[in-house]
T-cell receptor
Framework: DAGVIQSPRHEVTEMGQEVTLRCKPI?????LFWYRQTMMRGLELLIY????????DSGMPEDRFSAKMPNASFSTLKIQPSEPRDSAVYFC???????????FGSGTRLTVV | AQSVTQLDSQVPVFEEAPVELRCNYS??????LFWYVQYPNQGLQLLLK??????LVESINGFEAEFNKSQTSFHLRKPSVHISDTAEYFC????????????FGSGTRLLVRP
């Protein structure tokens, strides 16, 4: 089992550019979560999907953020346009309906300059 | 409203000393409780969890936590820490309703000194 795979591991981009973060959940997991981690705000749940359907996106900061899950094995988190305050580590996690402990990916460290 | 409180942002301790990392929660519904550990530049790893049954749960590397419903606490303890235990520890709460969310505390950095 390769675990939850996120790409890229690091992303440096200029303000105003579009950024796409990618996540492959563990095979067989039907829930997927996007979290953002910063020193100031800690771990924040941005959005989560169940069976590829967005269930709760109340944590998405603003319209510049969007997330998709076109199939059970892939999800993207897009920021357009990016701003310096979006700099953070973005984590993807997955789980099953019967397992309440999430498995996290290694994260994507985003720096917007 | 639901919250998870980790009062200590950092806990320095000497190697082989005991340690307790505190976690308190508030919730209007029943919860499951978790501790996660994050080593530098890595993702979060599940350390232990309480779902039901015995209120004392243990991890494979010597940590334990006890669910105390009356105190609404789930403190993490280890009788003797190692340098390798230096990491950030997060307490988390899973609501037993339809929200399906895992809510994290702000984290406690455990710093083990030789």
């Amino acid at each position: 089992d390769a675990g939850v795979i996120q790409s890229p591991r690091h992303e440096v981009t200029e303000m105003g550019q579009e950024v796409t973060l990618r996540c492959k959940p563990i095979s067989g997991h039907n829930s997927l979560f996007w979290y953002r981690q910063t020193m100031m705000r800690g771990l924040e749940l941005l959005i989560y999907f169940n069976n590829n359907v967005p269930i709760d996106d109340s944590g998405m900061p603003e319209d510049r953020f969007s997330a998709k899950m076109p199939n059970a094995s892939f999800s993207t988190l897009k920021i357009q346009p990016s701003e310096p305050r979006d700099s953070a580590v973005y984590f993807c996690a997955s789980s099953t309906d019967s397992d309440y402990g999430y498995t996290f990916g290694s994260g994507t460290r985003l720096t917007v300059v | 409203a639901q919250s998870v409180t980790q009062l200590d942002s950092q806990v320095p301790v000497f190697e082989e000393a005991p340690v307790e990392l505190r976690c308190n929660y508030s919730s209007s519904v029943s919860v499951y409780l978790f501790w996660y550990v994050q080593y530098p530049n890595q993702g979060l790893q599940l350390l232990l969890k309480y779902l039901s049954g015995s209120t004392l749960v243990e991890s494979i590397n010597g940590f334990e936590a006890e669910f105390n419903k009356s105190q609404t606490s789930f403190h993490l303890r280890k009788p003797s820490v190692h340098i390798s235990d230096t990491a950030e520890y997060f307490c988390a709460v899973f609501r037993m309703d339809s929200s399906y969310k895992l809510i994290f505390g702000s984290g406690t950095r455990l710093l083990v000194r030789p």
